[in-house]
């Protein structure tokens, strides 16, 4: 199996990313996580998920005009989804998901969606600038996997039924194989 490239539709964008997040916040790393990072993008219907880790904390001010500049990039996917650490932490300081909600507390936040994002972006993750993601973030625990798997299929916040079931494939299948399958792949274990 080859390892996944980077979406053509998305190289540019990232690129300009990387460098606005560079320019904003000091940068250790940068990764392309989830559909982009695993093959299964699909143009106009997916999300850009990307997780920074900035070489150390950044104030209220420094990540909220990190945030601006962020918006104020076009992205060419229905959003994007970023994610940022400070270097040696698993405690987010910034997510932001364009056009919807800045999140600046992560008490404020269910925890379980950035273990899974981290324990995802572990096997899947592509580096866009940085050391590959083992030398920034240690392994997620399957204690700590399987809790946040069983908060996030409890969750009763969904709006979105279908994204629901999916998740509760994708949890399946996790818990089944050990590997994060994609929602199309979790489809076929609905």
Known sequence: MTAPT??????PYLDELVRVLGAHAPLDAVYLHGS?????YEHGRSDVDVIAVASRSLSL??????AAAVEAIPVPARKLELV?????????ELN????????LDADAEPAFWFVLDRAVAEQQAIPLAGPPWHEVFAPESREAVEAALDDVVAFDGWD???????TAARARA???????????????WA
Do not use: M
């Open 160 to 166: 979105d039924p279908r994204g629901q079931a999916l």
């Open 6 to 11: 980077i979406p053509a539709e998305l190289a």
């Open 84 to 92: 940022v650490y400070p270097r040696g932490s698993d405690r987010w």
């Open 61 to 66: 001010d420094e990540r909220r005009a990190l």
């Open 96 to 103: 932001l998901n364009t056009g919807e909600r800045l999140g």
């Open 174 to 188: 996790w818990r089944e194989t050990g590997r994060w399958v994609s929602k199309r792949e979790a489809e076929e």
């Open 36 to 40: 982009g990072a695993s093959g299964a």
